[in-house]
DNA sequence: TACTATTAAATTGTGTGAAATTTAATTTGG
DNA sequence: CCAAATTAAATTTCACACAATTTAATAGTA
């Protein structure tokens, strides 16, 4: 067996099932005005408000090079704001504004829309998360 | 449950491996001096030389806005030659130079090296491709 | 206390991805 | 046969990702 030929290649599908995910994403998204890494960085805000950008980025795995214009353009847009903490210069927090935090009563239904939208079982869906969750782990 | 945490949602973990699996790829295809998306498509010349960029594109869910810099860049190493079909001015076939397909020898142990670096048994790699596989087949 | 090292963001440069438009070539229907 | 529709790439625009460097602020140390 070639192990070049594609369709023996492990990473392929699930780097192709990312895309497919951020595109089913995207119609559900677009009636947030947000992008998915933008969804992303408005859940861990939604989780716990007034976090620094390093605090996000070990979140989400993403480092200021993707994060600072990302946020800039959630700044833009009057859902996040940005401000230097006082303690150190340095960092930045950024902290939901009231139409950051009311945009959350409409991304209520996101998750559902998209797992409807996948066609497969919540059973299929948990197997899956155990399986990626394991290999996460162990990086 | 509060369906809008990060840690209760499914696809935020395949978005999150898919990244790590491409960081993953980083080491060993800096080597043949490929990213990953170019490494995906010389997997797919390497099976069948000779195909039209909308081909390529099919086999990787890519389109031409993706592909065509994509490909100049390919071209430009000199591992690939991009030329007009003589029945179709419309269609660019895509083709390996001598040095592209030679390319394919120093690719051979890519596969098992990344297999490695993730310290995931091949069983539930298996499963995995299995559940990828059924997810993408509904779609 | 200066000097150095470290840290946090921001910046720069390269390379995807996707939507929308454009250009050129080919097909098709009247 | 010829105008209209279709098709294939290319182009344009916007938004990630990541590596590497820079800038500014803080911490640590001789």
Known sequence: ????????QVC???YTLAKEIVNRYRPFLQD?????????????LWEK????????????NLDSGTLTPLLKRLEQKKIIARSRSEKDERTVIISLTASGESLKDK?????????????????????LRRIIDQILSNI
């Open 1 to 8: 067996m070639d192990q070049l030929k594609l369709h023996n």
């Open 12 to 14: 392929f599908p699930v």
């Open 107 to 127: 991304a209520q239904n996101v998750p559902s829309q998209l797992v409807g939208s996948l066609s497969i079982s919540v059973d299929e869906l948990q197997k």
């Open 49 to 60: 408000d007034g976090q620094t950008v390093s605090q996000i980025g070990e979140k989400l």
């Open 32 to 44: 947030l005005d947000l992008t998915y890494p933008q969804y992303l960085v408005m859940l861990v």
